[in-house]
């Protein structure tokens, strides 16, 4: 029996008591549905194997030595990580197209006496939900974006607002990056299609009926591109802009940054990257300020002369004047400066 998914969190999927993907380890480090586990019927170096004599032989041998793969890793997962499965166990298993590798594995969990389904059409198939709800489809909740310049905090404090019951989809997040040159954090970035996974399980559990809120972005995160009706929505949204001294941003930046300033040579490596931006003396002194550990004044410099220009200039291609400013003297107490950006937002929803 198989199920066909009609949403990227489709109910019917609560009603299993474990999602299987038996697809090889590397395809489902690329991406899997939430929550799922791998069990690989062939693993990477088997499914190339089958593969090369599927095209170089014959379709047979290569089925042949498939099913014995098959039937042997599906031994080694049931006497391991499925033994202590009950009777009434009731799994759901896919593969990338919902084919032989799914329905092989399911055939004999059934045959066991487990409940065992497969997802019609794959990963293939809920991969076209991810990309339909992130690419095509209108984000369906009023959007609110929270902008302001480099050290402004907005990340914390969207945090924050969410813990205080808001709606937020925070992109950097999912993203798992800080949503610059310096942005980078430990363990890397997801791929482009599991960070759309995230985004689209995200959007599908918004309330319509309340905004969201979501954090000012370029077109990328690190090296993720936003998918187009998420960047349509934030460039057509209104703006609560956070006015924050730049002196105040550049100890926040200094406070927060500490991994980068623990490896100058990786800092010196992404200030190199800036060379063809600006003048000579001014590289020279971004190093000297590394040389000499100055992180604030580091950062007040960046701020002052790369990241302010910058977003300036974005702001006024995308603020059309819908929304509100709200003026924080200090981030010391990010509690009050939450509570200030609260206030500002819930002004804005009276005047809407």
Not at 27 to 32: K, L, N, Q
Request: with cysteine; hydrophobic share 45%; aromatic share 6%.
């Amino acid at each position: 029996m198989a199920l066909k998914l009609d949403q990227v969190l489709d109910p019917a999927l609560a009603g299993f008591d474990t999602i299987i993907d038996v697809r090889s380890p590397s395809e489902f480090a690329e991406d899997h549905l939430p929550g799922a586990i791998n069990l690989p019927v062939l693993d990477d170096e088997q499914r190339a194997q089958v593969g090369t004599i599927y095209k170089q032989i014959s379709p047979f041998d290569a089925r042949k030595l498939g099913g014995a793969l098959v039937a042997a890793n599906a031994a080694r997962h049931i006497s391991g990580a499925l033994a202590d499965k009950p009777g009434g166990w009731k799994p759901l298993v896919y593969c990338w197209r919902g084919g032989q590798r799914s329905g092989s594995f399911a055939m004999i969990l059934s045959q066991i006496g487990w409940r065992a389904e497969k997802i019609e059409g794959g990963y293939k198939s809920w991969r076209a939900q991810v990309v339909r709800r992130v690419a095509e489809l209108p984000v369906l909740s009023p959007v609110v974006v929270i902008d302001g310049n480099t050290g402004s905090a907005k990340t914390e404090i969207l945090q924050r607002l969410a813990l205080r019951g808001h709606q937020v989809i925070d992109l950097e997040g999912l993203a798992h990056h800080r949503g610059s040159l310096f942005g980078g954090l430990a363990g890397g970035q997801p791929s482009q299609k599991m960070f759309e996974g995230r985004l689209a399980a995200a959007l599908e559990s918004l309330d319509p009926a309340r905004p969201v809120l979501m954090e000012a972005e370029s077109s990328r995160v690190g090296d993720l591109s936003v998918p187009r009706s998420v960047w349509k929505a934030l460039i057509t949204a209104p703006r609560l802009h956070l006015d924050v001294p730049v002196d105040e941003r550049a100890r926040y930046i200094a406070r927060g940054y500490g991994d980068i300033a623990a490896d100058p040579a990786q800092l010196a490596a992404i200030i190199e990257r800036l060379r063809p931006l600006h003048p000579a003396a001014r590289i020279g002194d971004w190093f000297e300020r590394i040389d000499a550990q100055d992180w604030e004044s580091l950062a007040l410099g960046l701020m002052r002369d790369h990241y302010d220009p910058r977003y300036n200039s974005h702001r006024a291609r995308h603020d059309e004047g819908r929304g509100a400013t709200v003026a924080l003297g200090g981030l010391g107490d990010l509690d009050a400066a939450t509570d200030a950006v609260e206030a500002a937002l819930a002004a804005m929803a009276r005047r809407s």
